[in-house]
């Protein structure tokens, strides 16, 4: 559900849509079993897509880069500044494959077993699951239990009550992540090809040295122990009493628990072991409780607590000792507890002319914690039409229609997705020697902010939905347009309060959009079809931003990336310098503005403002932002007796993605690996020249250079299964047996 009137019911947590899902129950009759087994294997994509550079293509771009480099600066031999060249330490030995070292072809299981059925009072369905799903990098791996319940009896003719419980246990021993630096891809493909993990004498090769370039991927995966336990309990207790004919109340708890425990362990053979090991201790613990209670007016009530705890410990007198208790150095502990609420009051109402014409009107305020007392409140009216053409009597005898359906649509939600004490004045400690031992010291960390409110969407909707030949053709169309005023915004502010950013409402934007969808379904025999269609596009520009409309340009936390946000265009531009060729001799050098360390065969970037001279932060403009043209998806379903083959392509068009891993495999500096494009550097070609240190004059310099296209049509999924005729399976009394075989992912262009 994405219109303001159909999401209205769900208030501010609707801000970004709904998603209904319905969950499995019994049914009335006879009691079921089922059981679904599944096997399947995953393979690194695309791992030929990238290609790099060989270990003498490598050892020639390095010392090319060094001699230029050292020419350049008139360093000699004995200069102290002076780069020296390197060579293969390994000879003519074959290169590593790192990726190879980390990776492995995955294997995941999959079993669900379940019991259902009921009565004309009671039903119930039970079930429960077992996922084990090995990750292409080694040593990751996922296993998850699942147990679920739902039951549903009549009481009385006039009540009925039921509970849907959910309760699963979640292990993930993960892939070393972000942490300390420890990425483990990111490590892998940027190690020099001739590169090795081991020493002769079995130990490992050390990172950030002259052995090896970055730390080692390979002792990182075997020498830490990095996982995660998940709880988490979801249950729904409800009960709906009939109070007279067309009037029915309904009310409902709903609990949402979960417990996390994060455990990462570096131990003494590990890059980051620091102190003779480390461990990294985290529990978070979450609940969210939910009252609800409606007829046609409601109240609702959710609340949401959270506790966390962490701890580093260092030290340990050998590796067999794992827990944080043995540790002789607690480097640092913290706890956190955080809590917020809303509460909401909501009135309903729908009016219907055999069913030819419908109106709903829904008004509801909404209360939020996370704003100040005089901003917390919300109102948020919504309304639509419906009338069925084809119920019509100058469409009722027209055979071929099915049905012909107009409707619209007005309705305004609240957004409330900030951190929980965003509005008031907040403080850190640190501990700090000011000669006479550690004291502890308090700092501002967050600005207050008594007006900050409730973000507000307004959106309209017209749509068309259509049937025509018994559902052989299908089609629905929607156009929207929706305004969002009083826009939550991370801004940034002086450094003079010692911040960098604070959140504030400001200004206005715009989204408008279309969206189309096409089916159509038949049968011939044996033989049947669906095909199913769907394109969209959303076009988004900023309206109003403060009494100034000054632009909010955000730096990215990685590698020198910069986004623009201003009146007139998209949110979030990507806000780079244009690169544009490289300098090919002393003749362009003098003619064109560069920077004062660029020399012949470095990138040429554009004086946008044409003042004459290059400057990073003056010549950066607009280039593109990551939203698609448009969205599209196909799929097809085929069926024969009892064969069935199904395919699902999805993809995008238009969108550009900022590829900063370029900076590093394609900067020419010979820092890092190198992709093969790397050969056609100046003066082979119109990439910039091989050096060392270059000061931003190339790949290094974040420009139009690393950005691409986004655009892809990918093949999700495709299945091929076959279904047992049922005088084959009764005989050992099984209802239906189907086996099947399904791809994910396989193929993206």
């Known amino acids: 559900l994405k219109d303001a009137a159909a999401t209205a019911l769900w208030g501010p947590r609707a801000a970004n849509g709904v998603l209904l899902i319905t969950t499995k129950q019994g049914r009335e009759g006879k009691s079921e079993v089922k059981v679904n ?24 771009v390095f010392n090319e880069g060094v001699d230029n480099y050292n020419r350049q600066n008139g360093f000699t031999v004995n200069s102290s500044g002076y780069v020296k060249p390197i060579r293969n330490p390994y000879g003519d030995m074959p290169d590593t494959d790192w990726l190879d070292l980390i990776t492995r072809l995955g294997q995941s299981h999959y079993l669900d077993l379940s019991f259902s059925g009921g009565n004309a009072k009671t039903k119930y369905y039970l079930s429960g699951s077992y996922n084990y799903q090995e990750g292409v990098i080694k040593t990751n791996d996922i296993s998850k239990v699942n147990l679920k319940s739902n039951i549903n ?21 993960r892939i070393p992540g972000a942490d300390l630096g420890s990425t483990i891809i990111g490590r892998a493909v940027q190690q020099r090809p ?38 988490r309990f979801i249950g729904s207790f409800w009960a709906e009493a009939q109070i007279i004919k067309g009037l029915t109340v309904r009310a409902s708890y709903n609990n949402d628990s ?51 705890s962490y701890i580093d410990a260092q030290n340990y007198p050998s590796p067999a ?107 850190g400690s640190t501990n700090i020697d000011l000669g006479n031992g550690l004291t502890s010291q308090v700092y501002p960390t967050q600005i207050a902010n008594n007006d900050l409110g409730w973000e507000k969407n307004t959106q309209y909707n017209v749509g068309l939905d259509v049937s025509l ?80 409309n000054a632009d909010i340009i955000k730096e990215s936390s990685y590698a020198g990336g910069y986004y623009l946000t201003r009146v007139g265009q998209p949110v979030g531009c990507y806000y780079l310098l244009v690169q544009d060729g490289i300098f090919h001799n002393q003749e362009e050098l003098d003619s064109y503005p ?15 403002n044409g003042n004459g001279i290059l400057e ?62 790397s050969l056609q550097r100046y003066p082979y070609g119109e990439l910039n020249r091989a050096t060392r240190k270059s000061s931003g004059n190339n790949g290094a310099c974040t420009s139009t250079f690393h950005l691409e296209d986004g655009s892809y049509l990918r093949l999700q999924n495709l299945s091929l299964g076959y279904t047992f005729p049922d005088r084959w399976t009764r005989k050992a009394g099984i209802s239906k047996l189907r086996i099947y075989v399904q791809g994910t992912n396989l193929f993206t262009w």
């Open 37 to 60: 087994y599944g096997f399947s294997i995953t393979q690194f994509p695309n791992t030929g897509r990238r290609e790099y550079v060989g270990s003498k293509q490598y050892v020639e």
């Open 153 to 173: 009896h009549e009481m009385f003719k006039w009540l009925k009550v039921g509970a849907n419980i959910s309760g699963n246990y979640l292990h993930n021993n």
């Open 194 to 231: 001739f590169d090795r993990p081991y020493k002769p004498n079995g130990g490992y090769y050390t990172g950030g040295t002259d052995e090896l370039l970055l730390h080692n991927a390979v002792q990182i995966l075997s020498e830490e122990t990095s996982y995660t336990d998940n709880y």
């Open 258 to 308: 979960a417990y996390t425990y994060d455990y990462i362990y570096y131990n003494q053979n590990h890059p980051y072991a620091a102190d003779k090991g480390r461990i990294l201790d985290r529990n978070r613990f979450v609940m969210t409780n939910t009252i609800d209670l409606y007829a046609m007016v409601g109240h609702s009530f959710l609340k949401t607590r959270s506790r966390t």
């Open 321 to 427: 000792f794992d827990v944080a208790s043995v540790a002789a150095n607690i480097v640092d502990a913290s706890a956190g507890l955080s809590e917020y609420a809303i509460e909401s009051y909501f009135a309903r109402l729908s009016l219907a002319y055999k069913d030819r014409y419908v109106v709903n009107a829904t008004i509801r305020t909404d209360g939020s914690s996370r704003f100040a007392p005089n901003t917390r409140w919300g109102y948020f009216p919504a309304a639509s039409v419906g009338w069925r053409m084809s119920d019509e009597s100058f469409l009722r005898d027209v055979k071929w229609v099915d049905d012909l359906k107009i409707r619209a649509s007005v309705g305004q939600t609240g957004n409330a997705q900030i951190g929980n004490s965003e509005y008031l004045a907040l403080y």
């Open 469 to 548: 030949w018994r559902g052989t053709l299908g089609f629905t169309a929607d156009y929207y347009y929706s305004k969002t005023t009083d826009m939550l915004f991370d801004v940034p502010v002086s450094s003079v309060s010692g911040l960098t950013s604070s959140n504030v409402n400001i200004g206005s934007m715009q989204n408008k959009g279309i969206e189309l969808a096409l089916t159509s379904r038949r049968s011939f025999g044996d033989f049947s079809y669906a095909f199913a269609a769907n394109w969209s596009l959303n076009r988004n520009k900023v309206l109003s931003l403060g009494d100034e």
């Open 594 to 608: 560069h920077f004062d360390t660029t020399t012949i065969g470095d990138f040429r970037f554009v004086d946008a």
């Open 616 to 677: 990073k932060d003056a010549d950066r403009v607009i280039v593109g932002n990551y939203m698609p043209d448009f969205y599209y998806g196909f799929s097809v379903n085929l069926s024969y007796k009892g064969f069935d083959l199904a395919a699902n392509f999805q993809g995008v068009y238009g969108n550009e993605i900022l590829n900063l891993e370029r900076r590093y495999l394609l900067n020419m500096e010979a820092s890092s690996n190198m992709m093969k494009e």
